[in-house]
T-cell receptor, first 113, second 107 residues
Framework: DAGVIQSPRHEVTEMGQEVTLRCKPISGHNSLFWYRQTMMRGLELLIYFNNNVPIDDSGMPEDRFSAKMPNASFSTLKIQPSEPRDSAVYFC???????????FGQGTRLTVV | QKEVEQNSGPLSVPEGAIASLNCTYS??????FFWYRQYSGKSPELIMF????GDKEDGRFTAQLNKASQYVSLLIRDSQPSDSATYLCAVNDDMRFGAGTRLTVKP
């Protein structure tokens, strides 16, 4: 298996633009997590899905952030409009419900200028 | 809000020493606990998990869980410079992480 695949690996965008981050979980995994990592705040859980259903989105910072999981093999995290303070590394991870062990993608480094 | 707390460090130990990393959690009903290692510029990777009170050993790593006191720790024996990384504690299937502890092992 290729593991969790995220795209793009790097994204540089201007403030106010829409940004879409993509994630393909490991085949067969039914839990998917989105994280944001910064030096100041560490690894923050933004939202997670079980069986494509959002379970907890309390970590989503504000209405500018939205996440979808239309099927078991694809998820997106969208920021609209983007702001410089959104600059961070965004990780996607997947696991089997009840097994706990989460596998991480390589991350997307987002820079908003 | 469920909390997972770790000392952010940095923690520095000499090569060959025992490194001790600690994590406390607020949700008394928590059932599963994970230790991840993250090298600079890389993704977190799982190194150990523990579900039951007591110790669990895997090579040079030992995870210790005390549910009554709501803490979980990670001991690294015979620390090596290659162990230098940030160690992250996660709790339960919703995979909430602590802030991580940066460990440096000096040759």
């Amino acid at each position: 298996d290729a593991g969790v695949i995220q795209s793009p690996r790097h994204e540089v965008t201007e403030m106010g633009q829409e940004v879409t981050l993509r994630c393909k979980p490991i085949s067969g995994h039914n839990s998917l997590f989105w994280y944001r990592q910064t030096m100041m705040r560490g690894l923050e859980l933004l939202i997670y899905f079980n069986n494509n259903v959002p379970i907890d989105d309390s970590g989503m910072p504000e209405d500018r952030f939205s996440a979808k999981m239309p099927n078991a093999s694809f998820s997106t995290l969208k920021i609209q409009p983007s702001e410089p303070r959104d600059s961070a590394v965004y990780f996607c991870a997947s696991s089997l419900i009840g097994r706990g062990e989460a596998f991480f993608g390589q991350g997307t480094r987002l820079t908003v200028v | 809000q469920k909390e997972v707390e770790q000392n952010s460090g940095p923690l520095s130990v000499p090569e060959g020493a025992i490194a001790s990393l600690n994590c406390t959690y607020s949700d008394r009903g928590s059932q599963s606990f994970f230790w991840y290692r993250q090298y600079s510029g890389k993704s977190p990777e799982l190194i150990m998990f523990i579900y039951s009170n007591g110790d669990k050993e895997d090579g040079r790593f030992t995870a210790q869980l005390n549910k009554a006191s709501q803490y979980v720790s990670l001991l690294i024996r015979d620390s090596q410079p290659s162990d230098s990384a940030t160690y992250l504690c996660a709790v339960n299937d919703d995979m909430r992480f602590g802030a991580g502890t940066r460990l440096t092992v000096k040759p």
